[in-house]
């Protein structure tokens, strides 16, 4: 309904041609919204239905979609994996570690600053070569000339400056909801479906046209719908079938008898290899955590440092895991084949998961010192 008002293509047309120039602006910008997203209530479900729009202004920049689900699903992840207060998250593997809620919140926004960085240069970089040279896209072989064009009319009226206004007040009434009410997915449909209806009535379209609208974009979510419950099949048969329980036992013994920092470098990889098998951060929490909180004290890797091996494994492996409901998804909505995305952001968590390593060891050594273990 948005899409249709012709308020959202209104406002990325203006936003392209003050920012058309400087791409790095709107990457930085996005990188900076969606990380704190994560790293504050858990947002990820929220991004999806922005996917289109970022990919038209994507287009729009003489980019491609791959740079529009970088600038979704890198900060994203990288919000989640150093999320300080994430009631699905964090809080759930601290209450089990039993250390002080929310500690350490400020060590992990630090923390958060050179993940970004990576990942911004790491996509701008991508940009770059695609807006200089188009055949160097990924994507090149993908037909965006359906779905994504941008209308005939983009003049920005007050009309579709108070469509704009409803929908950033929509957003920000979600966010305190599912802040300060324990608003979640029901709400967030709620949120949604009164937007579009407003936008609808201030931008005048009639209710036969309205529903056709609807109808027609329930359709193209019927594909991306299908795929997140295949995807998401894949976990809840392992989780049903007690084979989580057993992998993570099992490989969670070979721990044993390691020097604290190679133990917690260890735990990194147990926990993300178990996000593939447990995408779900709070599912993950609850598995993994009753086995890796006593194996910290057996090592002599404090609570703290193994509450950020489950979140670096849970949150930076969310770019590339397949059973990422919210990534498949995406990836669906924006025509990018997962493994074209997959050669692209597997290099990216490399060097993620390596600066992670490095983390993590110095806060075994410093993290009394710079307060890591403090509420």
């Not at 602006?25 to 970022?54: D, N, Q």
């Not at 900060?75 to 350490?104: D, E, H, K, M, R």
């Not at 920000?172 to 709400?187: K, S």
């Not at 594909?223 to 084979?243: D, H, K």
């Amino acid at each position: 309904m948005l899409r249709s008002s012709g308020a959202i293509d209104a406002v990325l047309h203006r936003s392209v041609a003050h920012l058309g120039h400087s791409p790095w602006i709107l990457i930085a910008g996005c990188f900076a919204l969606f990380s704190l997203g994560s790293f504050t209530i858990g947002m990820g479900e929220e991004y999806v239905p922005l996917v289109p729009i970022i990919v038209t202004m994507s287009l729009a920049m003489r980019m491609d979609a791959m740079v529009a689900m970088g600038m979704v699903w890198i900060p994203y992840a990288i919000g989640w994996g150093c999320a300080g207060i994430n009631p699905f998250g964090v809080l759930v593997a601290q209450n089990i570690a039993g250390v002080p809620l929310t500690s350490g919140w400020v060590v992990r926004l630090v923390m958060m600053l050179p993940f970004l960085a990576l990942g911004f240069h790491h996509l701008y970089r991508y940009a770059r070569k695609v807006r200089q040279d188009p055949a160097a896209s990924l994507v090149a072989g993908v037909d965006f000339s359906e779905g994504f064009e941008a209308p005939h009319d983009i003049a920005l009226t007050g009309r579709r400056i108070a469509i704009l206004v409803v929908f950033l007040v929509g957003i920000a009434g979600f966010v305190y909801g599912a802040a300060n009410l324990h608003w979640y997915i029901p709400q967030l449909n709620a949120v949604f479906l009164a937007i579009g209806l407003l936008a609808a009535l201030i931008a005048g379209i009639p209710a036969g046209t309205t529903s056709r609208i609807f109808l027609e974009g329930a359709a193209r979510m019927a594909t991306p719908a299908l795929i997140v419950g295949f995807a998401r099949t894949i976990a809840v048969v392992l989780e049903e079938g007690q084979i989580i329980d057993t992998i993570v036992f099992a490989v969670a013994g070979l721990l044993e008898g390691l020097p604290p920092d190679m133990a917690a470098i260890g735990m990194l990889v147990v926990q993300s290899l178990c996000n593939f098998f447990i995408p779900s951060g709070s599912g993950q929490a609850f598995v993994t955590m009753p086995i890796m909180s006593p194996l910290a004290t057996l090592v002599d890797v404090p609570q703290q440092v193994a509450v950020l091996a489950f979140q670096f494994g849970d949150g930076f492996t969310n770019m590339i895991v397949p059973t990422n409901a919210l990534l498949i998804g995406g990836l669906a909505l924006g025509r990018v084949p997962f493994g074209t995305w997959l050669r692209f952001c597997a290099p990216l968590v490399l060097k993620i998961l390596a600066l992670a390593a490095l983390f993590m060891v110095l806060a075994i050594h410093f993290g009394s010192a710079v307060g890591f273990y403090q509420a």
